[in-house]
């Protein structure tokens, strides 16, 4: 079974500041998704990274993919408020893994 | 454009009673997932269709769970007899296919007393 975990699990960080979250994943995929959740809400996809050496942008968010390290981070940049929330990777294997989520919390 | 729609979004029921999620996935979505989400266990995947034909049931817990997709445009997912364990928010997701990225309904939220 393949296996996905994240860290951390719980962040909190200053507004203004960069982080990096990290998503590891045990067996070969090619395929790797970010999503957000905001408390009491659905899912909602971030970005989709499809070879090694991709990189997404959206704003303050910026996703990378390293297929030989199998590893995945999701960069921060300049972080406000707006982006609390929970991140989750998944990987595509013979089915989709979620990993644990990484709680982010931005404080003023 | 419509999203995921499932209902009810909110089940309260007594335990032993059958429960019955419904899905009705994105227009034109050949892949329906459902998932399960609790605190302890995170996010799982219990079932995906494709082209309503069942792929992978192995993250089904148990035979009390059973789900069907009897056109492109309905999934129920059904829970008999229900048991306080199976208290959980259910997600259904569709995508164009199984690789792209998957369009999440608001959720359930049962709860089985």
């Known amino acids: 079974e393949l296996k996905v975990e994240q860290n951390p699990l719980f962040l909190s960080m200053q507004e203004g500041k960069n982080y990096t979250i990290y998503c590891n994943y045990s067996?070969?995929?090619?395929?790797l998704y970010w999503y957000r959740q905001d408390p009491g809400k659905s899912l909602e996809s971030l970005f989709v990274?499809?070879?090694?050496?991709a990189v997404k942008q959206e704003g303050r968010l910026m996703a990378s993919l390293d297929t030989k390290a199998r590893l995945s981070t999701l960069h921060i940049t300049a972080a406000v408020h707006d982006l609390s929330a929970t991140y989750f990777c998944?990987?595509?294997?013979?089915?989709?893994?979620f990993g644990t989520g990484t709680s982010l919390t931005v404080i003023p | 454009d419509a999203g995921v729609i499932q209902s009810p979004r909110h089940e309260v029921t007594e335990m032993g009673q059958e429960v019955t999620l419904r899905c009705k996935p994105i227009?034109?979505?050949?892949?329906l997932f459902w998932y399960r989400q609790t605190m302890m266990r995170g996010l799982e995947l219990l079932i995906y269709?494709?082209?309503?034909?069942?792929?992978?049931d192995s993250g089904m817990p148990e035979d009390r769970f059973s789900a069907k997709m009897p056109n492109a445009s309905f999934s129920t997912l059904k829970i008999q007899p229900s048991e306080p364990r199976d208290s959980a928010v259910y997600f259904c997701a569709s995508s164009l296919d199984r690789y792209r990225p998957q369009h999440f309904g608001d959720g359930t939220r049962l709860s089985i007393l």
């Open positions: 227009s034109g979505h050949n892949s």
């Open positions: 269709f494709n082209n309503n034909v069942p792929i992978d």
């Open positions: 990274l499809l070879s090694n050496g």
């Open positions: 067996t070969t995929s090619d395929r």
């Open positions: 998944a990987v595509a294997g013979n089915q989709f893994y």
